[in-house]
């Protein structure tokens, strides 16, 4: 079985600042890793993933994560945010191997200020 | 990737009624999923509905509370019945897409689900 913690429940950035959020998981097997973003009253959009070979990951929209084995993180970050950032950020795992589901992290609320 | 498409987007219901959300692919896809997001938390899997064979309900999920269909590769409903305040949440349905490229699952937009 897998589990997420995303340790900020909320995270309020200025304009413009860079900002982190925090995954990190735990596993008995190898995992994917996937960042879903929420807008306001809307469903979720996949925003990157790890699936294999390089650890660093970049999103569309100048989002990046880094998958670290050693300390099972995959902490989201991008160097500098827009208002249109805000959103609800969850950080999901799947194991490897048939029949694994999807666990999701209780979220972070990026709040974007001007 | 899928574009997935619910009804009803909302609904305000009365508590012993029953609701029943359907869920609609633009592509033919093998394995969906039904989750539910209460009110400020993640997202909690109740079931997954695999066309041909009954769903497989998660731990605190039951057929008689959620029944599922499966018709075909495209279509799925659940049905929220003797629906109580607590079971007010958004309802979403989604698709995994497996291949080489994939392992994402694709949501519908939702459905926000309050019980009066």
């Known amino acids: 079985a897998q589990s997420v913690t995303q340790l900020d429940s909320q995270v309020p950035v200025f304009e413009e600042a860079p900002v982190e959020l925090r995954c990190n998981y735990s596993?008995?097997?190898?995992?994917?890793l996937f960042w879903y973003v929420q807008y306001p009253n809307q469903g979720l959009q996949l925003l990157l993933k790890y699936l294999s070979g390089s650890t660093l990951v970049e999103s569309i929209n100048g989002f990046e994560a880094e998958f670290n084995k050693s300390q099972t993180s995959f902490h989201l970050r991008k160097p500098s945010v827009h208002i249109s950032d805000t959103a609800e950020y969850f950080c999901a795992v799947k194991g490897r191997g048939y029949g694994q589901n999807f666990v999701f992290g209780p979220g972070t609320r990026l709040s974007v200020l001007p | 990737s899928a574009v997935i498409s619910q009804k009803p987007s909302r609904d305000i219901c009365q508590r012993g009624t029953s609701l029943t959300i359907q869920c609609q692919v633009d592509s033919q896809v093998t394995m969906m999923f039904w989750y539910r997001q209460q009110p400020g938390q993640s997202l909690t899997l109740i079931a997954t509905?695999?066309?041909?064979?009954?769903?497989?309900?998660e731990s605190g999920f039951v057929i008689d509370k959620f029944p599922i269909s499966r018709p075909n590769l495209t279509f799925s409903t659940l049905t929220v019945s003797n629906m109580s305040p607590e079971d007010s949440s958004i309802y979403l349905c989604?698709?995994?897409?497996?291949?080489?490229?994939?392992?994402?699952?694709?949501f519908g937009p939702g459905t926000r689900l309050t019980v009066t």
């Open positions: 596993s008995s097997v190898s995992v994917y």
């Open positions: 509905a695999n066309q041909g064979s009954e769903a497989t309900y």
């Open positions: 989604s698709v995994e897409l497996s291949g080489r490229s994939s392992y994402e699952q694709y």
